[in-house]
């Protein structure tokens, strides 16, 4: 059974950072591009970063030089470090896998946590 579980959400006012984990089980979490997307009610949930599987990266515009993401294989966990967090970034933030790592859409990845709320007030 594959289970993908977010934590580190949390209130922070703009400005201040927060650091999400997201911890796999039952797959063989290094063969996975890792993501991380975030939703808002009434929106479509969009891509905010990515790992491939060699480590390299991919951001959405919106939050280049703020984020980072990083994997660790041997804990089986996907990191999204957020600074300089502003009041738009607030959203459910959800971690994801997949096998093939083609496409930043959400429908091109096949294991989804259960998401961790991250708000920012000004």
């Known amino acids: 059974q594959v289970q993908l579980v977010e934590s580190g959400g949390g209130s922070v006012q703009a400005g201040g950072s927060l650091k999400l984990s997201c911890t796999a089980s039952?797959?063989?979490?290094?063969?996975?591009?890792m993501g991380w997307f975030r939703q808002v009610p009434g929106k479509e949930r969009e891509g905010v970063a990515r790992i491939y599987q060699d480590g390299s990266t991919t951001y959405a515009d919106s939050v280049k030089g703020r984020f980072t993401i990083s994997r660790d294989n041997a804990k089986n966990t996907l990191y999204l470090q957020m600074n300089s967090l502003k009041p738009e970034d607030t959203a459910m933030y959800y971690c994801?896998?997949?096998?093939?790592?083609?496409?930043?859409?959400?429908?091109?990845?096949?294991?989804w946590g259960q998401g961790t709320q991250v708000t920012v007030s000004s």
């Open positions: 039952g797959i063989s979490y290094a063969r996975y591009c």
């Open positions: 994801a896998a997949t096998a093939y790592c083609y496409s930043f859409r959400p429908d091109a990845y096949v294991y």
